[in-house]
Antibody
Framework: QVTLKESGPVLVKPTETLTLTCTVSGFSLSNARMGVSWIRQPPGKALEWLAHIFSNDEKSYSTSLKSRLTISKDTSKSQVVLTMTNMDPVDTATYYC??????????????????WGQGTLVTVSS | SYELTQPPSVSVSPGQTARITCSGDALPKQYAYWYQQKPGQAPVLVIYKDSERPSGIPERFSGSSSGTTVTLTISGVQAEDEADYYCQSADSSGTDVVFGGGTKLTVL
């Protein structure tokens, strides 16, 4: 049974750095076919992809947030960690981690998410 | 930045067919994926690679693609299908993963 669970602070202050951990079970972070992504959703708004990481340490970040994000993994602990610097109230959102699969054509790859964690609401406020 | 455009809302009566569209310039080159999200819950993948259905997803959910538009079709809509639906794909280079703005499906 595949499960993902997010953990981290529920409240952060503006300018602080957010660190979130995703703990997975039912699959291995060493599986080359699967990765883990972080996706967020502000209250009442749409989903926004943030970053992903795969077993070979391939990483990719949202172009608009790249300068503030770092994703890493600890395969032995089955954990993926996302850090986001310089938090602002507009970053208030539910943050999800999701198992990520990819389909690659001859020219590019698309990524999609077949299992999701329950999400964790992070509020940015002083 | 690349965008996927969905109608904000679609309404349908039970037993009817709901069609939710998603438009984007790169869709002829990139596969699209669809997610269902009910209030307070995480999204669920309902269609992948334009028209494939994951195991456990009812057959009434189907997907199609034509040019710069992909469509999620729900045949014989049931009350339990009321939810937000998001399309997802990538820009033409595959660099960015992009979600549409979401469509709220209301079952009248």
């Amino acid at each position: 049974q595949v499960t993902l669970k997010e953990s981290g602070p529920v409240l952060v202050k503006p300018t602080e750095t957010l660190t979130l951990t995703c703990t997975v079970s039912g699959f291995s972070l060493s599986n080359a076919r699967m990765g883990v992504s972080w996706i967020r959703q502000p209250p009442g708004k749409a989903l926004e992809w943030l970053a992903h990481i795969f077993s070979n340490d391939e990483k990719s970040y949202s172009t608009s947030l790249k300068s503030r994000l770092t994703i890493s993994k600890d395969t032995s602990k089955s954990q993926v960690v996302l850090t986001m610097t310089n938090m602002d109230p507009v970053d208030t959102a539910t943050y999800y981690c999701a198992r990520t699969l990819r389909y690659c054509s001859s020219t590019s790859c698309t990524y999609y998410f077949d299992y999701w964690g329950q999400g964790t609401l992070v509020t940015v406020s002083s | 930045s690349y965008e996927l455009t969905q109608p904000p809302s679609v309404s349908v009566s039970p037993g009817q067919t709901a069609r939710i569209t998603c438009s984007g310039d790169a869709l002829p080159k990139q596969y699209a994926y669809w997610y269902q999200q009910k209030p307070g819950q995480a999204p669920v993948l309902v269609i992948y690679k334009d028209s494939e259905r994951p195991s456990g997803i009812p057959e009434r959910f189907s997907g199609s693609s034509s040019g710069t538009t992909v469509t999620l079709t729900i045949s014989g809509v049931q009350a339990e299908d009321e939810a937000d639906y998001y399309c997802q794909s990538a820009d033409s280079s595959g660099t960015d993963v992009v979600f549409g703005g979401g469509t709220k499906l209301t079952v009248l």
